[in-house]
């Protein structure tokens, strides 16, 4: 019974629950879903179609997590994508030799440049001026778009380049390279903000700034490395999304991506308030937002109805999660079966 | 109306019908018991005190009869009838007005609009609002306030601010008046005139809860007082009938002997200072609006204590040693070699450390773990790349929460859920932590229990004894005196005076230094001084009119 | 000592008091608004220098009239962000507003209804995300960003595909003009948005629940305990912002005689930059309806001049509302700094 409890009580069950449904019902509907082929000594099949859609979608969450967990939002990302596909396939295009490794190369370093740019600019704004997170990523949010198209000139540049399209749909060790991209920056995230302080720290400055400050943190610096970071890793999803159909789109690369990636990580458990941040949280809110969408055909739902269903499985986990809910749940629970109160020392 | 005389009160209570009786009333938190089968009774026509250390249930008692808190289990009853409020507005409804400590108004707002709010004056469905500025300057002239209606709040003092939201507790023409520490923030003639309204308000028939921390003003205004200790009832007492000694006892539950022995440390001895070369050395260092340019020099094993009213530039020179603000003039040496403390950060590097008179805004991280509070500081000092190992992490820990005695000793223990005593020696233990040369103490016995106040008191002298550096800030003069070697006052933000803490010196004397001037700085000083000081006087605590009183007496 | 307002002669201050220091600081709140309305005249005296017929009776006309679905939005949105809040959902409620309206009176529903009908679904939509915000004490950013996937979902079960309106009464709103045919008109729909400003402005100014919505903005644990009606009011404020869009959505059905799923995309950005624009601050407390109002018209005019220099490509129009939007935070930010 107290195993249970702690089970069910865990943040990450009722997400992991709408996770393991869809799967259930997708492969119910769909027997051959969760079957792994090997073509071409390549991977397929459901499981490895969630990972490699959901690489884009955990990079832009994965730096989300980390400017959330520090009090702060970023709605630029969407933005960021689109100009880092507008600089990366402009510059190939433009290139004498648009196949060649160091074309890419270098492409994609002036697009991460860039990146970095935002970065710093939406840091400084937070971490210097003292604006409002929400405020001053809409500037980006806004600008950012007419940025992409003012680079494109408007079109919707096409290119053909073979080691740019490797980053979206390339296989390596018989895995999507998406996917392995995605992972290699999950894990790296993961490791840097545990092994090290910085997890730690962001988490102090997320729950008090004042305080942490005037502990010797460098309260502005981790902040403005925050939005860099959350720029750098949106401009790789902008990557792997414009090597997807290998146009620089400026309207809708990454669009409403920011609303999808601050969903994956309150889905996660990690409150916008602020504070403490789980990354595993985020991975499993990703995987359920994309498992949500691909089941969606699967099911046989209407794709019109995509957002329809979002939602309903967006209130339905946000408000089991919810303090009230949980809170009229133990309370309950209690009754049932009385919980010691410890004694204050 | 104004008569004081009338402080310890004549009605026979005990035959009026109480107007609020909660019986058996209990509540818990997550971890913590609040309050455990508590009764309490309120009689009209009497300023009942309700007494207790931090942390023994006064405020969750209060929060249970205002209908902040559900309780657990027992009954609030109203006029003899049950009732169960499940907010402030119904509580308000039933005649139950509570002004709180910090003052809980909307500053964005006017005054007029803060006195009324919900009780706008109006016409055709719409608020007559110069009716209404009306009403809120009638209410506001009963406090003997003229202020203007329209003005914000935010443009008001502390002060000022608290006696608004008397003046809205009024407004609802309340039968009980909750007052939880109503005169923290106020200066000696408003505390005066605050009693004076109470009493009027008393006579008139009304039921006054009275919380203070002074001992004084419970005395001097109180009918009865019902004790608190751990979430439990210790007793209900006639004020005139209890000594304070007993008081206090009871309060703490220890016997005066010990509480003796905790108050009477000597004065510190000098010889201990390391006389060869200052540790920190400012020269010129000031900031405008916040404190005049001034030296001070802190000896290694000595303790520093500044001396002055609120508001008189104690933490603002506190905060420049520490670079927590930006000096705009003048130096800082540290052992003899010029540094720039443009950040908390840069004065860590420099083995100085700062901990702050703010203790739940500027001090702890309330959702981190007390472990992760105290190893904090060592960690800012590494920098965010090389993380303070596990296991080196725990020593410290260990250490200190065996050392200062830190409860609950479980260094997974949510920090927020601390009582404020236990913070305290959490933030000392983050900075010991970092093995500092120089601390900064800014009211560090501030809203702590007696006993956690004199081992923090004991801590610092033996740090001092020790070799470290120590400046220390307290609103209490006493023990300031009890603990610095020298002392700094400070007055109007500037340093006007330092003297060195031998036997012969009183409170009296610094007493004078700090008030002496005060007026007299406001009219004979050049015009941007008479500012200044006009501005001071506005937030003079009753923490120092407490002081200044015990002087007069002395 | 003198300088204290506790010794301060006041009596008969209201006349008198007007130039102290203490006046000028209570002019502060305005001073946002002030900004925008210059930002709004130098815009207007610009185009009339640099364009000809730019400074005309019909130019000045049309940013109201083809802005009136965006005024009202924006007047909605303003109590959700004088309270702290966000409403992201306008954007869908405004297209499942037209797609319901379009969808009723296609299938035989009179105007009477579907009009009425077309603002309710917003007003439902507003409730709860009032009771998801209050009651289950999601944030509003989430709450909101639900309900607009909910809204945007709804959408495409009601009306999968574009539908034209053809309903005479939806034709006449969107044909009636009063005024001169050069000069300065209005159209139902501009008439619809003034009402509703003033509206809006009475209720905030001048009733107790508009003032418990400043209150909350200031403070919300404060006016908690001040007695105030939290509750109510948060959801209210919710309700009303919907009850907006449903509004914005009926006009915006007017404007363009069609209900479909893709309209309003991004509007809720629009509304809000408005918001800001205008000078109110998203941390809540303060701001004022009028100069939302102000904030749409300076959106609106960037438009009509980009389209007035001809020349410009339309991405000019986002990049410049985004560095407008940077010079406004960044001034009232500079501005919040001076009053500490």
Redesign the interface.
């Known amino acids: 019974m107290n195993a249970l409890q702690t089970v069910v009580r865990h943040r990450l069950f009722w997400p992991l629950v709408a996770l393991l449904v869809l799967v259930v019902a997708s492969a119910l509907k769909s027997p051959t879903f969760l079957e792994i082929t090997v073509r071409d000594g390549h991977l397929f099949g459901g499981p490895i179609d969630i990972l490699r859609r959901s690489s884009v979608l955990l990079l832009v969450a994965l730096g989300m997590t980390l400017v959330i967990a520090t009090r702060g939002i970023d709605l630029s990302v969407g933005a960021v994508m689109a100009i880092a596909g507008a600089v990366a396939l402009t510059q190939i295009a433009a290139a004498p030799d648009p196949g060649s490794l160091t074309t890419v190369v270098s492409a994609i370093g002036a697009a991460l440049v860039i990146a970095l740019l935002i970065g710093l600019f939406n840091g400084f704004l937070v971490a210097v001026v003292g604006i409002q997170p929400i405020i001053a990523t809409l500037v980006l949010m806004t600008a950012g778009r007419g940025i992409a198209m003012l680079i494109t000139g408007g079109n919707i540049t096409t290119v053909t380049s073979q080691p740019f399209k490797t980053l979206a749909s390339g296989y390596w060790l018989s895995l999507p390279v998406a996917a392995l991209i995605a992972g290699a920056f999950f894990v790296a995230t993961a490791l840097v903000t545990r092994?090290?302080?910085?997890g730690?720290?962001i988490?102090?400055v997320g729950?008090?700034p004042?305080?942490?400050?005037?502990?010797?943190?460098?309260a502005r610096t981790?902040i403005w490395t925050v939005y860099v970071v959350c720029a750098l890793f949106a401009c790789v999803a902008g990557f792997i999304r414009s090597a997807d159909t290998m146009a620089a789109d400026a309207n809708n690369i990454g669009l409403f991506i920011e609303l999808d990636a601050i969903l994956a990580v309150v889905i996660g458990g990690t409150s916008l308030a602020g504070?403490?941040f789980s990354l595993t949280g985020t991975l499993v809110g990703t995987l359920v937002i994309t498992t949500l969408t691909l089941s969606i055909t699967i099911l046989g739902i209407p794709a019109n109805a995509v957002s329809l269903f979002k939602a309903l499985v967006v209130i339905a986990v946000c408000l089991l999660q919810s303090p009230v809910v949980q809170h009229r749940m133990r309370a309950r629970r209690r009754r049932t079966a009385p919980v010691p109160?410890?004694?204050?020392? | 109306m104004t008569d004081t005389q009338t402080a310890t009160g004549t009605v026979t209570l005990d035959e009026a019908r109480p107007v609020v009786t909660m019986t058996g009333i209990s509540i818990?938190f997550p971890?913590?018991?609040?309050l455990d089968g508590v009764d309490f009774r309120l009689f009209p026509g009497e300023v009942h005190a309700l007494m207790g250390e931090n942390?023994a249930g006064k405020s969750t008692l209060i929060k249970a009869l205002t209908g902040?808190y559900q309780v657990d289990a027992g009954t609030v009853e109203v006029d003899g009838a049950p009732v169960t409020f499940t907010?402030?507005?119904q509580?308000?409804?039933a005649g139950i007005s509570?002004v709180?400590q910090e003052v809980?108004?909307?500053?964005?707002?006017s005054v007029a609009?803060n006195i009324m709010?919900?009780h706008?004056v109006?016409r055709f469905?719409?608020?007559d609002?110069p009716a209404t500025r009306r009403a809120a300057r009638e209410h506001l002239r009963t406090l003997d306030?003229?202020?203007?209606p329209?003005?914000?709040l935010s443009?008001?003092?502390l002060a000022?601010q608290q006696l608004v939201a008397i003046s809205?507790a009024m407004v609802?023409d309340a039968r009980v008046l909750v007052l939880d520490e109503p005169t923290s923030s106020l200066d000696a003639d408003?505390v005066a005139r605050l009693f004076d309204v109470v009493r009027g308000l008393r006579d008139r028939g009304v039921a006054i809860l009275f919380v203070s921390h002074f001992l004084e003003q419970v005395y001097a205004l109180s009918d009865r007082m019902t004790v608190l200790r751990?979430?439990t009832l210790v007793g209900e007492y006639r004020t005139a009938d209890l000594p304070r000694v007993e008081l206090v006892q009871k309060m703490i539950g220890r016997s005066l002997e010990v509480l003796e022995r905790l108050e009477e440390s000597p004065k510190p001895v000098i010889a201990a200072r390391d006389d060869t070369r200052p540790y920190l050395q400012a020269l010129g260092l000031g900031r405008k609006g916040s404190i005049e340019p001034f030296d001070l020099d802190v000896y290694a094993g000595e303790v520093v204590g500044l001396a002055g009213l609120l508001g008189s530039g104690r933490t603002e020179l506190a905060r420049l040693l520490?670079g927590?603000d930006h000096a705009d003039r003048g130096e800082v040496r540290v052992e003899g070699k010029p540094v720039r403390l443009r950040?908390?950060?840069a004065?860590?590097g420099h083995k100085i450390?700062?901990s702050?008179e703010s203790r739940k805004?500027?001090?702890?991280?309330?959702?981190?773990t007390v472990r992760?509070n105290i190893v904090?500081?060592l960690?800012?000092?590494?920098?965010?790349?090389?993380?303070?190992p596990r296991r080196k992490a725990d020593e410290v820990v260990a250490t200190y929460v065996e050392a200062l005695g830190i409860?609950?000793?479980n260094p997974d223990a949510m920090a927020g859920n601390l009582s404020g005593g236990n913070q305290q020696k959490v933030l000392l233990a983050?900075w010991l932590a970092t093995q500092p040369r120089l601390l900064l103490l800014d009211e560090p016995t501030r809203g702590i229990d007696v006993g956690a106040k004199a081992e923090i008191q004991r801590l610092v002298a033996d740090l001092a004894a020790q070799g470290m550096a120590v400046v220390f800030i307290s609103a209490e003069l006493e023990e300031v005196l009890r603990l610095s070697h020298r002392i700094a006052v400070l007055r109007d933000r500037r340093k006007v005076a330092e003297l060195v803490n031998t036997d012969d010196v009183t409170t009296d004397d610094v007493v004078d230094l700090i008030a002496s001037a005060v007026?007299a700085d406001?009219l004979a000083d050049g015009p941007g001084a008479g500012?200044t000081?006009?501005?001071t006087?506005?937030v003079v605590t009753t923490e120092d009119v407490d002081v200044l009183r015990k002087g007069d007496r002395a | 000592?003198?300088?204290?307002?506790?010794?301060?002669?006041?009596?008969g201050?209201?006349a008198t008091?007007g130039r102290t220091s203490?006046r000028w600081?209570?002019d502060d709140?305005y001073l946002p608004v002030l900004g925008t309305l210059v930002v709004l005249v130098a815009m207007l005296a610009i185009g009339g220098s640099r364009y000809e017929n730019f400074l005309t009776g019909r130019v000045l006309a049309n940013l109201l009239i083809n802005n009136s679905f965006l005024v009202v939005l924006a007047v909605g949105m303003t109590f959700v962000i004088l309270t702290g809040g966000i409403d992201l959902s306008v954007g869908a409620v405004v297209a499942l507003s037209t797609c319901v309206s379009a969808w009723m009176l296609t299938h035989g529903w009179p105007a009477v209804v579907a009009i009425p009908a077309a603002v309710l679904v917003g007003t439902v939509i507003g409730l709860a995300v009032g009771v998801m915000v209050h009651v289950f004490e999601i944030q509003p950013f989430i709450a909101t960003l639900a309900a607009m996937f909910l809204a945007r979902g709804l959408c495409y079960l009601v009306a999968p595909e574009s539908i034209p309106i053809t309903d005479p009464t939806i034709v006449a709103l969107a044909r009636t003009r009063w005024g001169t045919e050069d000069g300065l008109v209005l159209t139902p729909s501009g008439l619809i948005a003034l009402v509703v400003v003033a509206a809006a402005f009475?209720l905030l100014?001048?009733?107790?629940f508009g003032?418990?919505v400043?209150?909350i903005?200031?403070?919300e644990?404060?006016?908690?305990?001040?007695?105030?009606?939290v509750a109510r009011t948060k959801v209210l404020v919710y309700v009303i912002s919907g009850t907006c869009a449903g509004l914005g959505g009926l006009l915006f059905s007017i404007f363009s005689r069609s209900g479909y799923a893709l309209t309003g995309v991004g509007m809720e950005l629009d509304a809000i930059a408005a918001v800001v624009i205008g000078g109110t601050l998203l941390t809540g407390?303060?701001g004022f309806v009028l100069g939302s109002v102000l904030g749409v018209l300076v959106l609106g005019l960037i438009q009509t001049a980009i389209t007035f220099e001809g020349t410009l490509s339309s991405w000019w129009t986002k990049i410049v509302i985004g560095g407008l939007l940077l010079v406004f935070v960044v001034l009232q930010r500079l501005l919040a700094l001076r009053r500490t």
């Not at chain 2, 809980?104 to 707002?109: A, F, H, P, R, T």
């Not at chain 3, 644990?221 to 009606?229: F, H, I, K």
Request: aromatic letters at 4%; one cysteine or more.
């Open positions: 092994r090290t302080a910085l730690v720290l988490e102090s729950i008090n004042s305080a942490s400050r005037l502990a010797g943190v460098r981790i504070g403490k109160v410890e004694v204050p020392a | 818990g971890g913590v018991k609040a942390g902040v907010g402030p507005a509580a308000q409804a509570t709180y809980n108004l909307c500053d964005n707002l609009e709010l919900g706008e109006r469905g719409v608020v609002w306030l003229d202020l203007d329209r003005s914000q443009s008001h003092s000022v809205r609802v408003e751990n979430g520490y927590a950040t908390p950060r004065a860590l450390v700062y702050s805004t500027e001090g702890i991280i309330a959702d981190l992760e904090l500081g960690q800012a000092e590494r920098g965010w790349l090389r993380r303070v409860r609950p000793a983050r007026p406001a500012g000081a006009a501005t006087a506005d | 000592m003198a300088t204290d307002q506790l010794t301060h002669e006041v009596r201050a209201t008091g203490r600081r209570l709140r009475v100014h001048y009733t107790r003032r418990t400043y209150a903005g200031g403070g644990q404060s006016a908690r305990l001040m007695g105030l009606p407390g303060s």
